[in-house]
């Protein structure tokens, strides 16, 4: 079992930049992928960007890539989302997500550990 817990998001105009945080309990944390992803009111929950368990692999959806960076630090048990350049669309409740495996994951169903989200809003 893995808790989760997102920190970091706050309200920031456009252009500017914030790095959100997810703590992850347990002692298995460099065994997991992870994973960020958002949604907009009336809107599906969308990826974001995607990690592997050793760090060595990235993913990003289209709408960020070269704005956001995800990263980990396996000794602290947390992985951040550097987002930078950000546009008022990029406002949502950001979650991060987890799972046991050593794939790359980007799809919502294959993560099995969510944290509560937390809230990113970007005024024009």
């Known amino acids: 079992q893995v808790q989760l817990v997102e920190s970091g998001g706050g309200l920031v105009q456009a252009g500017g930049s914030l790095r959100l945080s997810c703590a992850a309990s347990?002692?298995?944390?460099?065994?997991?992928?992870m994973g960020w992803f958002r949604q907009a009111p009336g809107k599906e929950r969308e990826f974001v960007a995607a990690?592997?368990?050793?760090?060595?692999?990235?993913h990003y959806a289209d709408s960020v890539k070269g704005r956001f960076t995800i990263s980990r630090d396996n000794a602290k048990n947390t992985v951040y989302l550097q987002m930078n350049s950000l546009k008022p669309e990029d406002t949502a409740v950001y979650y991060c997500?987890?799972?046991?495996?050593?794939?790359?994951?980007?799809?919502?169903?294959?993560?099995?550990?969510w944290g509560q989200g937390t809230q990113v809003t970007v005024s024009s």
């Open positions: 997500a987890a799972r046991a495996t050593n794939r790359l994951i980007t799809t919502i169903r294959e993560y099995a550990y």
């Open positions: 347990g002692r298995t944390f460099s065994s997991y992928a």
């Open positions: 990690i592997s368990w050793s760090g060595g692999s990235t």
